[in-house]
């Protein structure tokens, strides 16, 4: 009986030709959990159909900071609003973890630019806790110890009893910066957060939000229409032409932050996006 288990053992054993190297299985790469694939999108005037966006595709992986970069009109703010799913597309289609974009989710939270978008009746501590209460994903006691989590991550929990008037625009855009990190969404949406901020307090919530992804490792999709911006926040950077968008070039630029901008490699990549993006077009 044990001679025929070991007969069978070796016939089961795969023949190796002599000086042979066995090659180790292949690991697929891990699946991309956004994927844009052909995307186009449209938007109506009075007069006619404008074409914001043509066939625009790539995909982001988990904990990525991923930048879409173009001038104003390419359509990077409305391909945002199409990945949180406020716009359908016209062609192509928007994939989260394999399953396709059709409405708006807890999943993807946006943050947008305007220093308003905090409800002034509701404390610090009430506008991070609503969205939480509104989706039932907590109730009080744990929606309230969450909202001092993440209030904390981004330095304001001795603020969280105080009114949005009594903040600054840089520290509103904290706020809503935490009310949507509480939520844990599988992607943060960020369009133009610190467009309108002074250069100093832009400089200073780039940093921030630098170091709170360096602490959490959530996944970004962040607008911007300056260069510089998108090589300090990006790990990668898709590169949109002028309306309507087209996928230009996509850009590696997780080797630099705040204390590469005076370096030449970090000067010569931003001119070199700079012709991608403008001297190519006029050609």
Not at 44 to 72: I, K, N, Q
Not at 247 to 269: C, K, P, V, Y
Request: net charge neutral; aromatic share 6%; hydrophobic share 45%.
């Amino acid at each position: 009986m044990a001679e025929l288990a070991l007969r069978h053992a070796v016939s089961a054993t795969p023949l190796r030709t002599p000086g042979a190297v066995a090659h180790p299985e292949r690991v697929a790469p891990p699946q991309p959990l956004l994927q844009v694939d052909g995307v186009s999108l449209e938007y109506r005037t009075p007069e006619r159909v404008v074409r914001a966006t043509h066939r625009v595709g790539f995909d982001v992986h988990a904990a990525e900071r991923y930048v879409l970069l173009g001038p104003s009109g390419c359509g990077k703010s409305t391909l945002l609003k199409a990945i949180a799913g406020f716009i359908p597309p016209v062609e192509g289609e928007i994939r989260l973890d394999g399953r396709r974009v059709t409405a708006p989710g807890p999943d993807r939270i946006v943050v947008f630019q305007e220093f308003d978008q905090l409800p002034p009746w509701k404390t610090v501590r009430e506008n991070v806790m609503f969205p939480l209460l509104a989706s039932r994903t907590l109730g009080r006691k744990e929606a309230g110890e969450r909202a001092l989590h993440y209030l904390d991550k981004v330095g304001l929990s001795k603020f969280a009893d105080v009114h949005p008037h009594q903040l600054s625009g840089g520290m509103k855009q904290r706020v809503a910066i935490a009310r949507a990190l509480a939520m844990q969404p599988r992607v943060l949406l960020m369009d133009e957060p610190f467009a309108a901020l002074d250069a100093l307090t832009r400089r200073k919530m780039q940093e921030e939000l630098l170091a709170l992804w360096d602490e959490v490792r959530f996944t970004l999709l962040f607008v911007t229409h300056s260069i510089e911006e998108a090589l300090v926040v990006g790990s990668r950077i898709a590169l949109l032409s002028p309306h309507p968008g087209r996928m230009r070039a996509e850009i590696n630029s997780h080797a630099f932050d705040l204390q590469s901008t005076g370096g030449a490699e970090f000067q010569a990549t931003a001119q070199r996006i700079h012709h991608l993006l403008f001297e190519e077009t006029a050609q």
